[in-house]
C-alpha cells in the first residue's frame, strides 16, 4: 500500500519559514520524481515545484521561484519543502505527490500517481 504523509505545516507569520516534509512508504522512492502543489481556499491546486528521482532536477512555479526549496532524501524515502519568505499568498493545503517517471519533471496533477492527505500552511500578515 502507498502512503504519503505530510507533516510540518502551520501558522506563520509573513515573511518566516516552514519546513514540509513528506515521508513515502509503499513504493521504491528513489525511482519516483516528486512533487508539491497546494490549494487555496476557493482556487484551484497548482504546481508548486518539483525534483526528479535523483535530485538533481529541480523546478519551481514562478511564484515561489527564490523562496522555496525542494530537496529529498533518498535514504530515508522523504521529500522535503523548504518555505522561505513567506507570504500571505502562499496560504494553502499543501501536497506531495509522486510520479513514476524517471527523467522528466512534470507539473500537471493529472500526470502524477501518488498523493498525500494534505498540510495545512497559513501565513499571517
Known amino acids: 500500500q502507498v502512503q504519503l504523509v505530510e507533516s510540518g505545516g502551520g501558522l506563520v507569520q509573513a515573511g518566516g519559514s516552514l519546513r514540509l516534509s513528506c515521508a513515502v512508504s509503499?513504493?521504491?522512492?528513489?525511482?519516483?520524481?516528486m512533487g508539491w502543489f497546494r490549494q487555496a481556499p476557493g482556487k484551484e491546486r497548482e504546481f508548486v515545484g518539483a525534483?526528479?528521482?535523483?535530485?538533481?532536477?529541480?523546478y519551481y512555479a514562478d511564484s515561489v521561484k527564490g523562496r522555496f526549496t525542494i530537496s529529498r532524501d533518498n535514504a530515508k524515502n522523504t521529500v522535503y519543502l523548504q518555505m522561505d519568505g513567506l507570504k500571505p499568498e502562499d496560504t494553502a493545503v499543501y501536497y506531495c505527490a509522486a510520479d513514476r517517471s524517471l527523467t522528466t519533471i512534470r507539473i500537471k496533477e493529472s500526470e502524477y500517481d501518488y498523493w498525500g492527505q494534505g498540510t495545512q500552511v497559513t501565513v499571517s500578515s
Open positions: 509503499g513504493l521504491t522512492f528513489s525511482r519516483f520524481a
Open positions: 525534483i526528479t528521482p535523483s535530485g538533481g532536477t529541480r
